[in-house]
């Protein structure tokens, strides 16, 4: 991206390329322990003596309202899905009204997307601001967003461009 995440090393730069083998707990997991090597959070922690520190991670960083409802994601410019195709608010509308927020795809959305008993509402702002809207305060957020939100069902975004393809509300020969 344009607005690299740049990351000082612990001890030098590995070697790219090579082989990462891991581990399952069942054969119908799909290597899911390993989701955090492929899908990566918007913000991520530090550890320091005090305790860990959230810190932006593919997200450039992040503003929640002084009420504690709103929750604004700033991206970074450039970013892309791994085929190329921006990563932009767009991917979050879409995961918000057509995946999560869509009764037929998720018949029972999360507890940690319905806070006050309401869904979360997702509105892109511009093409690298989105905003996330609750029914009542939810500081917690920011942690769910850089702990738990690593695993491939948590996170609050899709690739738009792709998965269209297969959403009805796109292309009436999905369905």
């Known amino acids: 991206p344009e607005e690299p995440l740049v990351l000082k090393p612990l001890n030098s730069i590995g070697k790219y390329g090579g082989r990462v083998r891991c581990s399952a707990t069942s054969p119908t997991t ?37 009420d504690y409802k ?22 979050f509308v879409f995961w918000g009204e057509d995946i999560i927020g869509n009764k037929e795809v998720v018949p029972v959305p999360s507890k940690t997307w319905t806070p006050g008993g309401q869904l979360v509402k997702i509105s892109k702002v511009n093409d690298l601001t989105v905003r996330f809207d609750f029914a009542v305060p939810y500081p ?25 393809q297969f959403h009805v509300k796109y292309n009436p020969d999905a369905g």
């Open 140 to 164: 917690s957020i920011i942690t769910f967003l850089a702990y738990e939100a690593r695993m491939y069902y948590s996170i609050p975004f899709a690739p738009k461009h792709y998965l269209k």
């Open 70 to 91: 709103t929750l604004t994601v700033f991206l970074r410019k450039g970013m892309k899905w791994s085929d190329g195709a921006p990563f932009t608010a767009d991917d």
């Open 30 to 66: 799909g290597g899911a322990e390993a989701w955090t090597l492929r899908t990566q959070p918007l913000f991520r922690t530090v550890p320091t003596e005090k305790g860990d520190l959230i810190v932006p991670n593919i997200a450039k960083g992040w503003q929640l309202s002084p």
